[in-house]
Protein backbone atom coordinates (compact mmCIF):
# COMPACT_ATOMS: atom_id res chain seq x y z
CA UNK A 1 0.00 0.00 0.00
CA UNK A 2 0.95 3.57 -0.84
CA UNK A 3 1.31 5.37 2.22
CA UNK A 4 2.78 8.70 0.94
CA UNK A 5 -0.34 10.97 1.45
CA UNK A 6 -1.75 13.25 -1.16
CA UNK A 7 -2.07 17.03 -0.59
CA UNK A 8 -4.22 18.85 -2.12
CA UNK A 9 -3.24 21.59 -4.94
CA UNK A 10 -3.58 24.75 -1.82
CA UNK A 11 -1.75 22.53 0.37
CA UNK A 12 1.54 24.77 1.89
CA UNK A 13 4.25 21.86 2.52
CA UNK A 14 6.02 23.46 5.01
CA UNK A 15 2.37 24.30 6.99
CA UNK A 16 0.71 20.84 5.99
CA UNK A 17 1.19 18.08 8.90
CA UNK A 18 0.27 15.56 7.19
CA UNK A 19 3.04 13.13 6.57
CA UNK A 20 3.28 9.37 5.97
CA UNK A 21 3.80 8.66 9.99
CA UNK A 22 1.37 11.21 10.73
CA UNK A 23 -1.74 10.91 8.16
CA UNK A 24 -4.36 12.14 10.59
CA UNK A 25 -2.51 15.92 10.45
CA UNK A 26 -4.14 18.46 8.38
CA UNK A 27 -3.61 20.21 5.07
CA UNK A 28 -2.84 23.93 5.28
CA UNK A 29 -2.23 26.87 3.24
CA UNK A 30 0.09 29.29 3.45
CA UNK A 31 -1.06 31.83 5.76
CA UNK A 32 -1.84 35.07 4.32
CA UNK A 33 -1.36 38.22 7.57
CA UNK A 34 -3.65 40.97 7.46
CA UNK A 35 -2.36 44.02 9.80
CA UNK A 36 -4.68 46.39 11.05
CA UNK A 37 -4.45 50.36 10.43
CA UNK A 38 -5.11 51.21 13.37
CA UNK A 39 -5.70 50.08 17.18
CA UNK A 40 -9.06 49.33 16.90
CA UNK A 41 -8.74 46.31 14.12
CA UNK A 42 -6.92 42.75 14.89
CA UNK A 43 -4.04 41.41 13.33
CA UNK A 44 -6.05 38.36 11.33
CA UNK A 45 -4.09 35.09 9.40
CA UNK A 46 -6.46 33.56 7.35
CA UNK A 47 -5.69 29.58 5.99
CA UNK A 48 -7.28 27.26 4.88
CA UNK A 49 -6.90 23.84 6.79
CA UNK A 50 -7.95 20.26 6.01
CA UNK A 51 -8.23 17.42 7.82
CA UNK A 52 -10.56 14.57 7.92
CA UNK A 53 -13.75 16.65 6.29
CA UNK A 54 -13.85 19.32 3.83
CA UNK A 55 -12.03 21.99 3.60
CA UNK A 56 -12.74 25.19 6.17
CA UNK A 57 -11.10 28.80 6.27
CA UNK A 58 -9.59 29.65 8.98
CA UNK A 59 -9.22 33.13 10.28
CA UNK A 60 -7.38 33.30 13.61
CA UNK A 61 -7.10 37.21 15.37
CA UNK A 62 -4.25 38.50 17.19
CA UNK A 63 -3.83 41.91 19.59
CA UNK A 64 -0.52 41.90 18.24
CA UNK A 65 1.86 40.76 15.63
CA UNK A 66 1.30 36.87 15.72
CA UNK A 67 5.63 37.12 15.17
CA UNK A 68 6.37 38.45 18.79
CA UNK A 69 3.18 36.69 20.35
CA UNK A 70 1.49 33.30 18.40
CA UNK A 71 -1.43 32.74 20.11
CA UNK A 72 -5.07 33.76 18.99
CA UNK A 73 -7.33 35.82 20.93
CA UNK A 74 -10.05 34.25 18.73
CA UNK A 75 -10.67 31.25 15.63
CA UNK A 76 -12.96 31.12 13.68
CA UNK A 77 -13.41 27.97 11.29
CA UNK A 78 -15.83 28.30 8.45
CA UNK A 79 -17.24 26.45 5.59
CA UNK A 80 -16.53 27.60 2.32
CA UNK A 81 -20.59 27.83 2.07
CA UNK A 82 -20.48 30.38 5.53
CA UNK A 83 -17.08 31.71 4.13
CA UNK A 84 -19.15 32.95 0.84
CA UNK A 85 -21.81 34.20 2.68
CA UNK A 86 -19.41 35.82 5.02
CA UNK A 87 -17.89 37.24 1.84
CA UNK A 88 -21.08 39.24 0.83
CA UNK A 89 -22.18 40.52 3.60
CA UNK A 90 -19.05 41.75 4.37
CA UNK A 91 -18.99 43.28 1.37
CA UNK A 92 -21.99 45.24 1.87
CA UNK A 93 -20.99 46.13 5.34
CA UNK A 94 -17.70 48.02 3.68
CA UNK A 95 -19.32 49.72 1.12
CA UNK A 96 -21.76 51.12 4.15
CA UNK A 97 -18.61 51.84 6.16
CA UNK A 98 -16.99 53.63 3.03
CA UNK A 99 -19.55 55.56 1.35
CA UNK A 100 -18.52 58.66 2.78
CA UNK A 101 -15.20 58.33 3.15
CA UNK A 102 -12.96 59.25 0.39
CA UNK A 103 -9.21 58.61 2.06
CA UNK A 104 -7.45 57.98 5.03
CA UNK A 105 -8.86 59.99 7.33
CA UNK A 106 -10.88 62.81 4.63
CA UNK A 107 -14.73 62.53 4.84
CA UNK A 108 -17.31 64.02 2.09
CA UNK A 109 -19.84 65.67 3.70
CA UNK A 110 -23.40 63.64 2.46
CA UNK A 111 -24.95 66.89 0.90
CA UNK A 112 -21.63 68.48 0.03
CA UNK A 113 -19.47 67.92 -3.45
CA UNK A 114 -15.78 66.66 -3.58
CA UNK A 115 -14.62 70.06 -3.63
CA UNK A 116 -15.79 70.32 0.18
CA UNK A 117 -14.01 67.41 1.40
CA UNK A 118 -12.73 68.15 5.04
CA UNK A 119 -10.17 66.35 7.38
CA UNK A 120 -12.03 64.90 10.43
CA UNK A 121 -8.88 63.83 12.72
ZN1 LIG B 1 -0.85 18.69 2.80
Redesign the pocket.
Known amino acids: MNNV ?4 HW ?3 Q ?4 TPDRPA ?4 SRPVLLRPEDREAMYLRVTLH ?1 STGLPVLCVEGFDQDPAKDPNPLALLALSTRQAAITVHLLRRLVRLATRDVVGPGWVRPRSGNSADQRYRS
Open positions: PTHPCDRECTVGAHCQ
